[in-house]
């Protein structure tokens, strides 16, 4: 999947923003939204919020954790661990990203937490890696991925499930076969 | 605008259960996530692919009557638009999957009973057949003629790669599964069960979950 | 999204081909020593080292994977082959020792697909040959892996060089997924970009109206 649509699914994450205009509830197929009332805190769809924020008819609040210190305990909890994790929200790197771009002035200290959130990724990506690699030498069959998230998963899926399905094929002819089925007639 | 709401309650189909549009919307993303990583072409889901079409036409026609710059209006076409482009999404990637494997998904079309239900809708199998005669043609029109008489034919239910169930696949359990048998790899290794908790999340062979996929157990990510 | 215009057939990696994977055809390309084990009457013109007009029992000829199979079939032993050196003994020993010290692009480059194609050949190492292309293919992959991982905007040809066939195909995965994500978080992914066929197109049309 390309990133870009897991940045899509990201952006249905609900998010509060402060609107400074007045309108009724509003029914979406996907469910209502609002009132929206100046000044005063209402959820909605992280691609909603973004798009009300580049006309200048909100303020968005970050998530609670999108915080230095919350984030700094964090990146040391997955430095430390062996293993991933748990993280704040499933898409906190497209959180991160789409918050940071659009919307750094409402949110304290954006560059440190662009680079808090840039370490955990990195952290969990070289952990990802190392599991892949002992996946692979183990010739594994099963593997649980809790806590991954969707964008770590998808950066090194194709990969590796690639890697994975030749491997597969490779020792499918461990054994040796009845009779040859030949994929073309000569 | 609240009356759109009620447009989905009186499907045709008594029989149907009564879904929310946002409970609708749900499903098409989940089949859309299924068709992009499923190896094979998995069954149409053309009920909620209507449903989805009846609610955008529903919303599209209110919309024309707003006015321009109507913040209420706009906010409901960046939806409207975003509900299309998984449902664009979906379709493309089943038809993607009709062009790699054309000559089993008619195949298994062929070989289906009397009363199960079709994999394809009435449009994706009317593309198959049509994919599949104009592969013939080509291939015969460009090669196959000037070949020896008795090398004019190819076999594409051969010649085309079937879909590698092998393969494996990222998941999401939804609801919890237990005793799921993985066989083993080497020698070394022993046939296994692993039990699924609902929300955690799985690296398997396809093969081994495509029930799962297809009863909705399972969400391939 | 990135759409793809023409997905090609993927090689079959195994004991069958894909009949129309280009990367198969090439490796039934591939030249093997084989001997002849029936006479072949008046086909003594195709050696050029000989006026004889039969081609004799025992003689050695090279020939291409897809006309061996023709000839050494469950019915048929017209020819027998000789193992690639690849695949034999004394280079298993090298893969066994150390697997990413290999050249499988000079010494391949169809290393796995054709080695699995030899197993067709009944060959009394056949297990030792199947195992030894797992072994190297586990043995080789972190390196694939972390080189197309961290290679980002950068010349791979030097990290590609000693890869076989498939191993590039999981490298250029490898650089895709992670190409991806790092236009993604640059910010690249949110423009449209023109599909390469339409660009290409335009570029014939202008270059026909130039003439």
New interface residues.
């Given amino acids: 999947m390309?990133?870009?649509?897991v940045?899509f699914l990201a952006e249905k994450e609900m998010v509060t923003i402060i609107p400074n205009f007045s309108l009724d509830k509003v029914y979406l197929i996907g469910g209502e939204l609002g009132p929206f009332n100046p000044g005063l805190p209402v959820d909605v769809p992280l691609w909603l919020a973004i798009n009300l924020k580049q006309r200048q008819k909100c303020r968005i609040v970050p998530p609670e954790w999108m915080d230095v210190e919350k984030l700094e305990v964090i990146r040391e909890q997955e430095r430390k661990e062996d293993t991933f994790t748990p993280i704040p929200s499933p898409y906190y790197m497209e959180l991160t990203?789409l918050l940071l771009?659009h919307a750094s002035d409402n949110i304290p200290k954006a560059d440190e937490i662009r680079t808090l959130v840039k370490d955990t990724w990195d952290t969990r990506i070289a952990k990802l890696?190392l599991s892949?690699?002992s996946f692979?030498?183990q010739?594994e069959v099963h593997a649980k991925l809790d806590n991954l998230t969707l964008?770590e998963i998808?950066?090194?899926?194709?990969?590796f499930t690639?890697?994975l399905n030749?491997?597969f094929?490779?020792?499918?002819?461990?054994q040796?076969?009845g009779e040859?089925?030949?994929?073309?007639e000569? | 605008m609240a009356d759109t709401m009620g447009g989905f309650s009186d499907s045709e189909d008594e029989s149907q259960e009564l879904m929310t549009p946002a409970q609708l919307i749900g499903k098409l993303e989940e089949a859309w996530l299924n068709e992009k990583f499923a190896p094979e072409l998995l069954e149409n889901k053309s009920e909620i692919v209507e449903c989805v079409m009846e609610q955008l036409n529903h919303m599209e026609e209110n919309l024309q009557r707003s006015k321009k710059g109507d913040l209420r209006a706009t906010i409901h076409r960046m939806e409207t638009e975003r509900i299309r482009y998984v449902l664009s999404?979906y379709l493309r990637s089943r038809l993607?999957k009709i062009?790699?494997y054309f000559p089993h998904v008619l195949e298994k079309e062929k070989s289906r009973a009397e009363g199960e239900p079709s994999y394809l809708s009435p449009e994706e199998y009317a593309f198959a057949k049509e994919y599949y005669a104009n592969t013939e043609t080509f291939l015969k029109n460009v090669a196959l003629k000037s070949m020896p008489p008795n090398l004019q034919t190819?076999d594409l239910g051969?010649?085309?790669?079937k879909p590698n169930l092998d393969s494996f696949v990222f998941l999401r359990v939804k609801e919890r599964q237990e005793n799921i048998l993985v066989e083993p790899e080497t020698d070394e290794q022993r046939e296994y069960a692993v039990d699924f908790e609902e929300g955690s999340q799985h690296l398997i062979r396809y093969r081994t979950v495509a029930p799962l996929v297809a009863s909705g157990a399972v969400q391939l990510i | 999204?990135?759409s793809q215009e023409y997905?090609p057939?993927?090689a079959?990696?195994?004991?069958?081909?894909?009949?129309?994977?280009l990367d198969d055809i090439l490796m039934s390309q591939e030249k093997l020593t084989s001997r002849v084990e029936t006479v072949f009457p008046r086909l003594g013109f195709l050696e050029k080292s000989s006026d004889e007009t039969d081609i004799a029992v025992g003689t050695k000829l090279e020939m291409p994977l897809?006309l061996v199979k023709?000839l050494h079939d469950?019915k048929r032993r017209i020819v027998s082959v000789e193992l690639p050196k690849i695949y034999r003994e004394g280079w298993r020993t090298v893969f066994s020792a150390d697997p990413n010290v290999v050249d499988l692009q000079k010494l391949g480059p169809y290393y796995?697909s054709l080695g699995?194609q030899m197993?067709?050949f009944d060959s009394p190492e056949?297990?030792e040959i199947?195992?030894t292309?797992?072994q190297t293919?586990?043995g080789r992959?972190?390196r694939i892996?972390?080189s197309?991982?961290n290679a980002y905007n950068e010349d791979v040809s030097a990290l590609v060089e000693k890869l076989d066939v498939?191993e590039r195909?999981?490298f250029g995965?490898?650089q895709?997924?992670?190409n991806?994500?790092q236009?993604?978080?640059k910010?690249h992914?949110?423009r449209i970009t023109a599909s390469s066929l339409v660009k290409n197109y335009r570029k014939r049309k202008f270059a026909d109206l130039e003439v």
């Fill in positions: 390309d990133p870009s649509e940045e990203k771009n890696r892949a690699d692979v030498s010739q964008m998808n950066t090194i899926g194709t990969f690639d890697s030749n491997l094929k490779i020792r499918a002819n461990l040796p076969r040859s089925t030949m994929s073309q000569y | 999404s993607q062009e790699k190819v051969k010649s085309v790669p | 999204m990135a997905s057939v993927a079959a990696v195994g004991m069958d081909e894909n009949f129309l994977s897809w023709g469950g796995y699995l197993l067709h056949n297990l199947a195992q292309l797992v293919y586990v992959f972190r892996m972390d197309s991982q498939l195909s999981l995965a490898g895709a997924g992670l991806g994500f236009c993604w978080e910010g992914a949110s």
